[in-house]
């Protein structure tokens, strides 16, 4: 069973950028995956951001998410990224990914992003 791991979060000033790196240990993105990234900020639920799926790269977002974030994959690094910008007080939040394989689900610890104002 493939383990999700995070990284790339961290401290960054409103109106900046980072970009989220997601891989898996014990295995390796395959087909039909499907990797979606999600944040949860304190005190709110968790939301999808964006997904992907891995052979063909198919990207789908969440309406309010759409034009600051992309989700993308690099099949040769076996990482699927998130790169944000535009970056804002309230995008603070943990971001995790998930790999979703013959409907399995598992996530990964997450990566705190801060932003501040």
């Known amino acids: 069973q493939v383990q999700p791991v995070e990284s790339g979060g961290g401290l960054v000033q409103a109106g900046g950028s980072l970009t989220l790196s997601c891989s898996v240990s014990g295995g390796t993105f395959v087909g039909d995956d499907m990797v979606a990234w999600y944040r949860q900020a304190p005190g709110k639920e968790r939301e999808v951001i964006a997904t992907?799926?891995?052979?063909?790269?198919?990207?789908h977002y969440t309406d309010s998410m759409r034009g600051r974030f992309t989700i993308y994959r690099n099949y040769h690094e076996n990482r699927a990224f998130l790169h944000m910008n535009g970056l804002k007080f309230e995008d603070t939040a943990i971001y995790s990914c998930?790999?979703?394989?013959?409907?399995?689900?598992?996530w990964g610890q997450g990566t705190q992003v801060a932003v501040s104002s």
């Open positions: 992907i799926t891995w052979d063909d790269g198919s990207r």
């Open positions: 998930s790999v979703k394989s013959d409907s399995v689900v598992c």
